[in-house]
């Protein structure tokens, strides 16, 4: 039997299959992992802070705290330092928010990050659409921190954190691979542009062990979902 040649592979009914999976335009790439993305689960998470008091200034009603849902907040690292990310869309009042505390340097912790029970559905679309709730911390349940920083109620734990930097313009690919020596470049494209922040995290603000348990509120395939069990087989249940 003949080894199998590109030549024979070409000539298959494979082709379309095989064009398909070498496509690397931005377009292509940027659909396919959209695509895909949308069939994993986020945990979904709102970061409130202090409003910046150049914005607060200018409202007509100012607003001292300011909060934002996060479909991107993940955990980077534990050790040495525990660190998190998440990314915010550009321009946007909570990403001038931190960037101005950020340059302050005033407060041990810069932000919250809330992240939302299953029973917080509404809190989450709240913190997402401005235009529809421009006060979203009215009749909100909320705690604070020693920084006087709002803590949401009702979620399955809060972090007070403090950025260990400066953001970095995910736009910018120039400014990433100098690592930060070329300046900042605005941007002036189509589309939404967005800003990765990383922050350490400094204290734990919110437990399961303070109150009853919940499950994490999930986005999942454009809507809110939640956790369930899976039957295991016995011998089966993962470690660690």
Not at 45 to 55: C, E, F, G, K, Y
Not at 98 to 119: D, F, K, R
Request: glycine letters at 6%; proline letters at 7%.
């Amino acid at each position: 039997m003949l080894a199998p040649t590109w030549s024979n592979i070409l000539r298959g009914p494979r082709v379309c299959t095989l064009i398909r999976l070498i496509s690397t335009s931005a377009s292509t790439v940027r659909d396919d992992l959209r695509a895909l993305l949308r069939e994993t689960a986020q945990p979904v998470a709102v970061v409130t802070a202090l409003m910046d008091p150049a914005i607060s200034q200018r409202n007509q009603k100012p607003n001292q705290f300011h909060g934002a849902t996060l479909s991107s907040f993940s955990s980077i690292s534990m050790d040495p330092h525990p660190l998190i990310s998440f990314s915010l869309r550009i321009p946007s009042r909570m990403a001038t928010s931190l960037t101005s505390a950020h340059s302050a340097a005033s407060s041990a912790a810069h932000m919250v990050i809330n992240i939302l029970s299953e029973h917080q559905t509404e809190v989450a679309i709240r913190f997402s659409r401005p235009d529809l709730h421009p006060e979203p911390f009215k009749s909100l349940p909320l705690s604070f921190t020693e920084e006087g920083l709002p803590v949401l109620d009702g979620s399955v734990g809060a972090l007070s954190c403090r950025l260990v930097a400066a953001s970095w313009p995910l736009h910018d690919l120039e400014f990433l691979t100098s690592g930060g020596r070329e300046g900042k470049s605005e941007w002036e494209g189509k589309g939404v542009a967005s800003e990765l922040f990383i922050a350490q995290v400094i204290r734990i603000e919110r437990t399961l062990s303070d109150g009853p348990t919940a499950r994490p509120l999930l986005y999942h395939r454009r809507g809110y979902v939640t956790t369930c069990d899976i039957e295991s087989k016995p011998g089966s249940k993962a470690s660690g």
